[in-house]
């Protein structure tokens, strides 16, 4: 499987700023997803990053909130935009490894004040 | 709709209690069920997956089985070491996309 990092691991931010998580994979694959865990909570998909193409973003997200890139096929970033308390979560980046299997990142643990 | 549902919410059993996790699916041509574990403040670690009904995996004290309609994760024996959240998900041919349930919280006690 994967080998998949994020940072940063955890931040704490101020209400009304930007954070931008970069996800980092040592193999190249086609697909990558980012997945957001509100406390208590289990995982919803936020959007899928294919390289070369726009992310395509679930119902109850959208990209000037949760922009994101895909440069190369090893590499993702999410930001998440203009924040609130609500948006304190853990965020996740995974793979797809072959039939429908992915693999999670460590997260990142989202404060906002 | 394709949908997940997990059975307890939360378990407590004794070192060495063996115990059985039920996750409940529905969905439209199932491509894949897949069982994750989850330390707090860590990413989901994948544990199984399973494809048809009747299929059955193994790793060390767990084993997962499927039919048509539900998985089950048994634990057998278990240690303090197994306490985690435990995820099950589905992917179905109409969205192609993981598909979570809430998960059901493990706790062991030596």
């Known amino acids: 499987s994967a080998v998949i990092s994020q940072k940063p691991s955890r931040d704490i931010c101020q209400r009304g700023t930007s954070l931008t998580i970069q996800c980092q994979v040592d193999s190249q694959v086609t697909m990558m997803f980012w997945y957001r865990q509100q406390p208590g909570q289990s995982l919803t998909l936020i959007a899928t990053?294919?390289?070369?193409?726009?992310?395509?973003?679930e119902s109850g997200f959208v990209i000037d909130k949760f922009p994101i890139s895909r440069p190369n096929l090893t590499f993702s970033t999410l930001t998440v935009s203009n924040m609130s308390p609500e948006d304190s979560s853990i965020y996740l980046c995974?793979?797809?490894?072959?039939?429908?299997?992915?693999?999670f990142g460590p997260g990142t643990r989202l404060t906002v004040l | 709709e394709d949908q997940v549902t997990q059975s307890p919410e939360a378990l407590r059993l004794q070192e060495g209690e063996s115990s059985s996790l039920n996750c409940s699916y529905t969905v439209s041509g199932l491509r894949g069920l897949f069982w994750y574990r989850q330390d707090p403040g860590k990413g989901p670690e994948f544990l199984f997956t399973?494809?048809?009904a009747g299929e059955e995996k193994e790793k060390e004290r767990l084993k997962a089985t499927l039919t048509k309609k539900e998985s089950f994760l048994h634990i057998t024996a278990p240690k303090p070491e197994d306490s985690a959240t435990y995820l099950c998900?589905?992917?179905?041919?109409?969205?192609?996309?993981?598909?979570f349930g809430q998960g059901t919280t493990l706790q062991v006690k030596p």
């Open positions: 990053a294919n390289q070369g193409s726009e992310a395509t973003y």
């Open positions: 399973l494809y048809s």
């Open positions: 998900a589905v992917v179905g041919s109409n969205t192609g996309k993981l598909i």
């Open positions: 995974s793979v797809e490894s072959r039939d429908y299997e992915q693999f």
